[in-house]
Structure formats: C-alpha cells, structure tokens
C-alpha cells in the first residue's frame, strides 16, 4: 500500500501488507513506530555507485570519496556498479514481523527472556536467523534478500565516507547501535585503553527497536549497528563480475561450496565501530545463526 513520500528523504515508501499493520503519519509527515507495524519498502532510485573501499596513497588521499583507513583486503578495490530502482526495507525485519510471517519467533533476544535488567520487545529486530530461512520466508511473500551490492548502495545513500555519518567513528552512534562503553560492561572486549568504543554511549547495551537512530538519506534506519545483516551474495572476491540490475556478484566458473558461505553486513550493537563501516564484509555459513544476526527485506521492482 502507497503510504507517500518520506518527508526528508522524498522518497516513496510502502506498506507490505501481509508483515503488519499499516503504519500511520505523525502530523509532521514521519511513520510511527509499532511493533504491529507493517515491512516498510522504500522505493529507491537506480544509478552507479563506487562499491568498495581503498587505504588511503599518493593518489587517494586520506578524505578522498571511498578511502577507508581500515580497509581490508576484501572490501578492495573500489569499482563501479550500476542497479536498477528496487525497493529496500526502510528498517531491519522486526520480530513481531516475522512472527506474523512465520508464525514463529527464533531471537533469542526476545520478549519475556531479558538479558539481565534489560528488556526486548516485538520491535526488537529478528535475531538468530540464517540466510537460508530469510531467502526461504521472503519468498513466501513475495521479498528478497537484498545483494551486497543493493545493501552497500542503500548503506551509503550516496555518501563515499567509511560510515555515512561521515569519517569520525565517535560520529557514529549518532547512526547506528554499536559497541560502546555500556556493551563493554555487559560484554567485555580485548580492545585498547584509548579505543574510540570506550568514549562513546548510544544509550543501549544490546539490541535496540528498530528505528532508534538517526535515518539515512535515503530514509533508512539502522544500517549501522544493531544486528549484522544478511545478504544474497556468496563470499566472492571483487575482481568477480556482478550481475546487471541486481548487481549479484557472480561466479564465472559456478563452483559449489560446502558449506556455502555468504556475507554479512553493517556490524551490531556488540562489533566494533570499524565493523560497521559501509564497506565492511564479514562471512558466515549461509545455515549460522546466531544473536547478532538478522536480515533487511528488499523487493524487485516488477518481482514477476
């Protein structure tokens, strides 16, 4: 169902009827949040991006468009890729959302099983969820599991900076829900003294409701922090082609792999800052579950 433009970002947004409620606008024009609330799709715009990052050299300089200085070597090197308009979730899938479309509710971070003091709720997003059974219900209601390439370009929102808050990592909890000084207490980390996660709260020890934080240009919540997200793509070197429209990256030689491993992104509110980054890549199997894994619903243009 058409629910109109996003006031900020100007772009269309959307109802999925069958994941909730349709969700209504507050006089100043912004959804309000429910756990009963519908998948919102926001309809993104297609056009090339530089999907990547590099270390900063003579010819990058540290601030240029898509210079990272803590990239790795799988998120080299940057390279052009051209998507067609899709629709990408405006928040990560909620457990209430998922539970309307399962019948069902696998988090561990759930309702009425808190996590010392703290308390979760059905606008928590679905955790311990793996890319099979994202891909498998998706395709139930008519959703997919986006590409990296449809993430990484929804992520950025036509920003080049290592995170889309900017270059500064204490910047970031203004965008997403990462490890901080409050996650540190809950869950300790080997990080050093001075580390960036020490002088930074965002207000939450783990997982937060969607939509706690500051929004994208493009209008969407959480691509920083909160749970790592699922993606389609397999764990493929970027010298590998990507398919047209969806930007699929693709394996020439079509080798099977078990077990299959597929990418995750955007960090979660117990992975460091640098985790988070717009151009971070982490792999796991695509049958791993775990709490700090969820997923963000997309859908094709024309699905037929």
């Given at each position: ?8 970002s100007g772009l269309h947004e959307f109802a999925h009827l069958a994941s909730g409620e349709v969700p209504r606008r507050n006089p100043d024009g912004r959804l309000e949040r429910s756990a009963r609330g519908a998948i919102v799709l926001v309809l993104l715009p297609g056009g090339t991006f530089t999907m990547g990052a590099t270390l900063p050299d003579a010819a990058h300089p540290a601030g240029s468009p898509n210079v990272d200085l803590q990239c790795l070597p799988a998120e080299r090197p940057p390279h052009p890729v051209t998507l067609a308009p899709f629709f990408m979730a405006k928040h990560e899938v909620t457990q209430g ?208």
């Amino acid at each position: 169902m058409p629910l109109g433009p996003d006031p900020d970002s100007g772009l269309h947004e959307f109802a999925h009827l069958a994941s909730g409620e349709v969700p209504r606008r507050n006089p100043d024009g912004r959804l309000e949040r429910s756990a009963r609330g519908a998948i919102v799709l926001v309809l993104l715009p297609g056009g090339t991006f530089t999907m990547g990052a590099t270390l900063p050299d003579a010819a990058h300089p540290a601030g240029s468009p898509n210079v990272d200085l803590q990239c790795l070597p799988a998120e080299r090197p940057p390279h052009p890729v051209t998507l067609a308009p899709f629709f990408m979730a405006k928040h990560e899938v909620t457990q209430g959302q998922w539970l309307r479309c399962k019948g069902e509710n696998p988090s561990q971070l759930r309702p009425n099983h808190p996590q010392g003091d703290l308390e979760f709720s059905e606008l928590h997003p679905v955790d311990t969820v793996s890319q099979r059974s994202a891909r498998e219900l998706f395709a139930v209601h008519g959703l997919i599991v986006p590409t990296e390439a449809q993430w990484e370009y929804a992520a950025r929102a036509g920003t080049t900076s290592p995170w889309w808050t900017g270059d500064a990592p204490h910047e970031v909890v203004r965008g997403g829900n990462v490890l901080d000084s409050s996650g540190l207490r809950a869950v300790p980390e080997p990080l050093p003294a001075d580390a960036v996660e020490r002088r930074v709260d965002d207000g939450f020890v783990l997982t937060a409701p969607v939509g706690s934080f500051a929004a994208n240009a493009f209008g969407l919540h959480d691509t920083i922090g909160n749970v790592g997200e699922l993606v389609l793509c397999e764990q493929l070197r970027y010298e590998n082609p990507v398919r047209p429209g969806d930007g699929l990256r693709q394996d020439p030689e079509a080798r099977v792999r078990d077990p299959r491993r597929v990418i995750l992104r955007g960090g979660g509110a117990l992975y460091p800052i640098g985790e988070a980054r717009s151009a971070a890549r982490q792999s796991v199997t695509e049958d791993t579950t775990a709490a700090e894994i969820g997923v963000r619903a997309a859908r094709a243009l024309d699905p037929r």
